[in-house]
């Protein structure tokens, strides 16, 4: 039998919470920074729906997207993501680039889409400053808690553009969630 896993992951709640009191510190906004493979499926559609989700709750929020392959940097995300975004609302206009050491100091949170994704940031990641930001997506999909992973719809159909889509709505709109949280919630 499978163990259920709990979301919000505990230590993902941790990093939302450290990010949130240094942005307060500051007296800015959260900076959450996704990360995918190419930059153009994924972490372009999370950094979308992240925006639209956070502005519709007022969370002022900074967010960004990149990966670690540089071979699509300056590219719109894939045609099939945009298309499948419009449908829900999302227009994903960000420019792929690939993710940079600078990064990890200038967000708050670093979310990884897979197992991949969370091992190269963490092997980036040279202090355990920059690796205490890097958390998992999935840890915040309270309606698929047995997502372990944002799967990579590049090589599948329609289906997988619009399972992806359900993944980052449910983990996005938990994260803006938490991040709007107060210390006396």
């Known amino acids: 039998m499978r163990r259920r896993i709990e979301r919000p992951a505990p230590e993902a709640l941790g990093v939302v919470e450290r990010a949130r009191r240094a942005a307060a510190d500051e007296g800015r906004a959260p900076r959450v920074l996704f990360v995918c493979l190419g930059n153009i499926c994924r972490s372009p559609a999370a ?22 392959y540089g071979g699509h940097a300056g590219d719109l995300p894939d045609r099939r993501m945009r298309e ?9 206009e ?3 680039r690939r993710i ?6 200038d967000f708050d949170i670093v979310v990884g ?3 991949s994704n ?9 202090t355990d400053v920059r690796d205490a930001k890097i958390v998992r997506m999935t840890d915040f999909a309270v309606a698929h808690p047995d997502a372990d992973s944002v799967p990579d ?20 709109t ?7 949280k107060t210390d006396n919630d």
């Open 47 to 68: 950094q979308g729906i992240m925006e639209k989700i956070a502005a519709a709750k007022g969370l002022a929020a900074e967010c960004d997207s990149a990966g670690f």
């Open 84 to 92: 499948t975004a419009w449908q829900r609302g999302y227009r994903l």
């Open 94 to 96: 960000h420019r792929a």
């Open 100 to 105: 940079r050491l600078g990064d990890l100091d």
């Open 113 to 115: 889409m897979d197992d």
């Open 118 to 126: 969370i091992d190269s940031l963490h092997s980036l990641a040279d």
């Open 153 to 172: 719809p590049y090589y599948g159909g329609a289906a997988g553009f619009q399972f992806v889509l359900d993944l980052l709505e449910d983990a996005c």
């Open 174 to 180: 938990e994260l803006v969630d938490e991040l709007l």
